[in-house]
């Protein structure tokens, strides 16, 4: 559970609470006192702790109040346009209102729990309850022109975490008083941490339901250049990128493995900040987060607007990001994050140096030291079968002219398709291919076939060569399993 919504709950109980002390002190007559101007009374629980009701505005009465504490200084309003609170210093920001309204409707309403002392007495010296330097100072103005303000000193001993001496002004009795952590922060509090929330939102202001994410391009320092990536729709399969969702058009023209797109778009669509950083950076603190010189750079589509984040280099914990034309740095949990903090090409290519689907194929022909296979496969529509939309298929195999069963061709297909890459960026090989492969495809999709041809590259790999270009290379096992399983159809 973030801090965020821990404080939600804790601002229901609170609020709960409040209520039920204003039922209280209604129900019970006011002692005739000259002790301070306002209702006062003893407390059942604990003894010898006047308490009371200090402020009791109407907060539609508001018109703004300013509050100053270690951290920040804000100016709060009604947003006319919206009718929500909001911030002068954060406005065309996105951010949290509800964590606005909680300062907004606590400086109208203040309980105190006891009275501490006061100003007039004979050894009061404002250090001792921190008036020296408030850690708070709250100034409002009503709609009728009447303005009131309160300042918080130390933390009161003797009581939870959030509460506070505080003095009024025009009233010389010193409070103890639970204020709001709330009152106490600053932007990383009150800035929303939806880092794309510009990137999301409706003409009309509404969150847009669906986030779609388009080509994606890489850069940085675990990337040589630009590592294009681009959406893949083809519905052909005698491309070797059916089925892939990306591909990478450069520096090489191969697929994303399927894990690893999946992981990166879900991670740009719903990534959240764990906190805001800084707002407003200047050039001396881009540099002490790690994005003077960014790390990582991510372009993509994003509903179709073009977004670039530049990302920190990840820390054991943290990595920071900005995006391009924004001005909040942004913090991530690197353990809550999947993909972003450990991309390079080798987690993203995809693992297999050939792909080929077993309804694409007419054929497959291997051949290579003393092994000569010819498979053809024929296909007749099967129309006993039961299809809504699609034709329904019976296949049947011959190798070298010899029929052979089915299921021993899609295990040799298996093998076909379980060639691990080891490299990437191999130089063009010398001499002759130890091994070609040729696939063909059926008449309805768009190639009739496909050559690869494999070249000895060291003592366990084999150089991959498409189209007359190396990509990369595979192990001597999988070469001789391929080559043993197509002797043995």
């Known amino acids: 559970m973030s801090k965020k919504i821990r404080h939600l709950l804790l601002l229901l109980l609170a609020t709960a609470a409040v209520g039920a002390l204003f039922w209280v002190l209604s129900g019970e ?42 951290q920040a200084e804000y100016t709060a309003y009604i947003d006319k346009n919206k009718g929500e609170v909001a911030f002068r210093e954060l406005e065309g920001y996105s951010v949290n209102e509800s964590f606005m309204e909680t300062v907004w409707f606590g400086s109208v309403q203040l309980i105190y729990k006891d009275i501490a002392g006061s100003t007039k007495d004979e050894n009061y010296h404002p250090g001792d309850y921190g008036f020296d330097k408030p850690s708070l100072r709250v100034s409002g103005v009503l709609k009728d022109g009447t303005k009131y303000s309160f300042r918080a000193g130390k933390k009161t001993p003797g009581y939870e975490n959030d509460v506070y001496y505080l003095s009024v002004s025009g009233d010389s009795h010193i409070y103890v008083c639970s204020l709001d952590n709330a009152f106490f922060m600053g932007n990383s509090y009150f800035l929303s941490d939806d880092i794309f929330s510009d990137y999301d939102t409706e003409k009309d202001g509404r969150q847009k339901s669906k986030i779609r994410i388009g080509d994606i391009t890489l850069s ?196 076909l398709n379980a060639s691990a890459i080891l490299r990437w960026n191999v130089k063009k090989p010398a001499g002759k291919p130890a091994a070609t492969i040729t696939l063909s495809f059926f008449e309805n999709f768009k190639r009739d076939s496909e050559t690869i041809k494999l070249y000895p590259y060291s003592e366990r790999e084999y150089a991959v060569v498409r189209e007359g270009l190396p990509v990369n290379t595979v192990s001597a096992t999988w070469v001789r399993q391929l080559l043993d399983d197509a002797a043995e159809l």
């Open 29 to 70: 007559e006011t002692p005739d006192t000259d002790v301070h101007d306002h209702s006062v009374t003893e407390s059942d629980h604990e003894e010898g702790r006047q308490s009371g009701v200090l402020l009791d505005f109407s907060a539609d009465n508001l018109k703004t109040i300013t509050f100053i504490n270690s």
């Open 220 to 415: 940085g320092e675990q990337f040589d250049g630009e590592y294009k990536m681009k959406v893949n729709t083809t519905a052909d399969m005698s491309s070797p990128f059916y089925g892939y969702s990306y591909v990478v058009i450069s520096p090489v023209h191969w697929p994303v493995k399927a894990s690893s797109a999946s992981m990166l778009v879900a991670e740009l669509q719903y990534l959240m900040a764990e906190d805001v950083a800084v707002l407003k950076p200047s050039a001396k603190q881009l540099k002490e987060y790690g994005l003077a010189k960014p790390y990582l750079t991510v372009s993509f589509k994003r509903n179709g607007k073009n977004c670039v984040m530049y990302c920190s280099k990840p820390g054991r914990e943290k990595m920071y990001v900005i995006l391009k034309g924004h001005d909040i740095i942004y913090e991530l949990n690197v353990n809550s994050l999947s993909i972003l903090h450990e991309l390079r090409p080798e987690i993203l290519y995809s693992i297999n140096a050939v792909s080929a689907t077993l309804e694409g194929l007419s054929g497959v022909k291997i051949s290579g030291q003393n092994v000569k296979c010819d498979v053809a496969v024929t296909r007749k529509n099967n129309k006993n079968a039961v299809a809504e939309k699609d034709v329904i298929y019976t296949y049947s195999v011959t190798k070298n002219g010899r029929e052979v069963p089915y299921a021993a061709y899609t295990k040799l297909i298996k093998q």
